[in-house]
């Protein structure tokens, strides 16, 4: 009888034994990727979690965009991502809250940019990353790359967790100005 580890396994090999250019797992290769950059920090997303990592009570939201997609071969896609406040939140996935705005605190926009033959979002190294405090985000749903770049360097997986880090002093010491 097939065990659930054998059947995990083989479906591992199918999706992800090949070089990976879809949207339809991209956000999970792209979640992992910044799990092992920020080893500290924990990764909590789900179906319906409100964030994707929290750390001392800081929430962190990765959202990503691929310029290359599976379902264009005639041109590429513009870069966007998601960033919409949102009314609330599912409480460990049963119990709606009410809560009016972005969920994070900080957001990881993430950017595969390879267009060529080389492009496979398992790859660290393909991905950019721009990292902003959400208070510091426009009141849009989406935001493009232009205005991302305004926002935000990129940096490299190598560089993300001390952008991150900045990034959350930042968001500290805005807080404590409040205080």
């Known amino acids: 009888m097939t065990t659930s580890a054998e059947i995990v396994s083989a479906a591992s090999a199918a999706i992800f034994g090949r070089p990976l250019v879809t949207n339809i797992y991209r956000s999970v290769i792209v979640e992992a990727i910044v799990a092992t ?20 009570n800081i929430r962190l939201e990765v959202k990503q965009s691929a310029i290359r997609q599976t379902w264009s071969t005639a041109r590429f896609s513009r870069p966007s991502w998601d960033i919409a406040p949102k009314t609330g939140y599912w409480l460990n996935g049963i119990t709606w809250v009410p809560a009016p705005g972005r969920n994070a605190d900080l957001y990881v926009l993430a950017l595969h940019s390879i267009t060529d033959e080389r492009a496979d979002h398992r790859d660290p190294s393909q991905w950019l990353f721009y990292v902003a405090p959400a208070a510091c985000l426009p009141e ?15 940096v490299s997986v190598q560089q993300l967790s001390t952008r991150v880090e900045e990034i959350v002093a930042l968001i500290k010491k805005i807080a404590n100005l409040h205080d």
């Open 37 to 56: 950059a920020l080893p500290e920090w924990e990764w909590c997303s789900s179906d319906y979690a409100p964030y994707d990592f929290t750390r001392n």
């Open 140 to 154: 849009t749903k989406r935001i493009g790359l232009r205005a991302v770049e305004k926002l935000a360097s990129a």
